[in-house]
């Protein structure tokens, strides 16, 4: 350490240090992996000084009989080492907090790829750059600015994304991370999940079919790119496609309609475990809520369209065909009964009559997941041909011409409507093919 840096540190433990020589300070700590090394050396000095007079000066203070001026030196460096935490303070978590990593172990087996080209001798890596380790891991890896570790076991591929906090994107293999306490979130991206980690321990793998989490310590969040998401603590895991599964459940326990207390209620996921409703429409008692489903219970806030709110409650039955609530209109008031019971309807998905953007269509179901259909709107004739999945039917269209192209539709929650797109073989899907249930017998043709 210069004598520079050495005259700047110690205005900044007595606290005399004026913000130019503070920024000057953290410049020269950023500058390099051994002058941040210096100066955690040089604050764990300042802690065991500190350590070392406290017992005594305490013991003084027990006796009634400490000096002065050892009351003043004392004072003084308990006050320095905070001016000197505070500057720790700024320089170990910088406002952006950058995912910047210095490698500690292992660089021999570490390939290090950036703009595509690959890259030689390097200790400090850049959002952008992408990791690969073959059959020689692990590597280790950890950031410049705390003491989170991240290992790369063998056969692993690792990219630094950039943004506020610490991003990384495992593209295939398996890591294992201590984290320390996290100002902004740490999160690990794959193709189908994506973990947020505020402090912890845990492995994370990716194998091109799922990601899987297993956590030793604290708690991580998983979430899909479908909004679904669910927290595991230590010594559980958890898998992606199990993630989907369990969303499914829960989506299946409580959406739908119901007719309740209230007039009809129609429940809606709206993103990971919270659920929308909307009740009563048309009545004096319509409105809507939100809520969290947790342990087969809807708990959150109601608001009428007249402008009142409170809490709600929904405990649901295991069979899924009622639920047992409560509501009221301040926290403190008297608790007022609301039930329900699911209104069950024959599952039509798209099969049927549809009066669509162009003319007549009908669908049916062939087998599984595949759908086959027809269209006639005078000129525009044809038929199609598509696959079933989470209430999107996604194909291809061919014309009588035969001209062909894909297709897009989203059926509505209650299986009256669709919302659909097209486009032809070199176009992307941008017109719009729109449709409602026809319920009547198609008349027969002339």
């Not at 070392?52 to 009634?64: D, H, Q, R, T, V």
Request: proline letters at 3%; aromatic letters at 10%.
């Amino acid at each position: 350490m210069n004598k520079k840096m050495e005259i700047l540190l110690d205005k900044c433990l007595y606290d005399k240090a004026s913000e130019q020589e503070r920024l000057q300070l953290k410049e020269y700590i950023d500058s390099s992996p051994e002058a941040y090394q210096q100066y955690l050396a040089h604050v764990d000095f300042q802690l065991d000084l500190k350590t070392y007079i406290e017992p005594g000066f305490m013991e003084s203070l027990k006796k009634n009989n400490t000096p002065p001026t050892k009351f003043i030196s004392f004072k003084k460096i308990v006050l320095s080492l905070a001016a000197l935490l505070v500057v720790a303070g700024i320089l170990l978590l910088p406002q952006n907090e950058q995912s910047s990593f210095i490698l500690t172990a292992g660089h021999e087996n570490l390939k290090i790829m950036r703009a595509g080209e690959t890259v030689g001798e390097l200790n400090e890596l850049r959002p952008g750059d992408e990791l690969l380790v073959g059959d020689t891991g692990p590597v280790k890896l950890r950031f410049s600015n705390d003491k989170s570790l991240v290992v790369m076991e063998r056969n692993s591929r690792l990219a630094v994304l950039p943004g506020k906090g610490k991003s990384l994107s495992l593209e295939v293999g398996e890591i294992s991370a201590e984290v320390t306490p996290q100002k902004n979130p740490f999160t690990i991206t794959t193709d189908d999940a994506k973990i947020t980690v505020l402090g912890t321990a845990f492995s994370f793998s990716y194998d091109k079919r799922s990601s899987r989490l297993r956590v030793t310590q604290g708690k991580v969040k998983m979430s899909t790119a479908n909004g679904q998401s669910k927290t595991v603590t230590a010594g559980q895991s958890l898998d992606s496609l199990e993630l989907q599964e369990w969303q499914k459940v829960n989506a299946a326990v409580v959406a739908g309609v119901w007719r309740t207390s209230y007039g009809e209620m129609t429940i809606k996921n709206k993103v990971d475990n919270i659920f929308i409703g909307y009740y009563g429409k048309g009545s004096k008692y319509s409105g809507r809520f939100e809520a969290e489903f947790k342990d087969n219970v809807l708990q959150g806030k109601w608001n009428s369209d007249r402008g009142n709110s409170g809490d709600m409650s929904f405990a649901f039955s295991k069979d899924a065909a009622t639920f047992d609530g409560m509501w009221n209109s301040t926290p403190n008031g008297r608790p007022i009964v609301w039930l329900g019971k699911r209104v069950e309807h024959k599952q039509q998905s798209f099969g049927g009559y549809w009066q669509t953007t162009y003319g007549y269509t009908w669908i049916q179901k062939v087998k599984e997941n595949l759908y086959k259909g027809t269209y006639n709107g005078g000129q525009s004739r044809g038929s199609l041909e598509g696959v079933l999945k989470d209430n999107i039917l996604q194909g291809s269209w061919t014309h009588i011409g035969g001209r062909s192209g894909p297709f897009k539709f989203t059926l509505s929650d209650d299986e009256q409507s669709f919302d659909g797109v097209w486009g032809n073989a070199i176009e992307k899907m941008t017109q719009n093919w729109d449709g409602k249930r026809y319920n009547e017998q198609i008349p027969a043709k002339k």
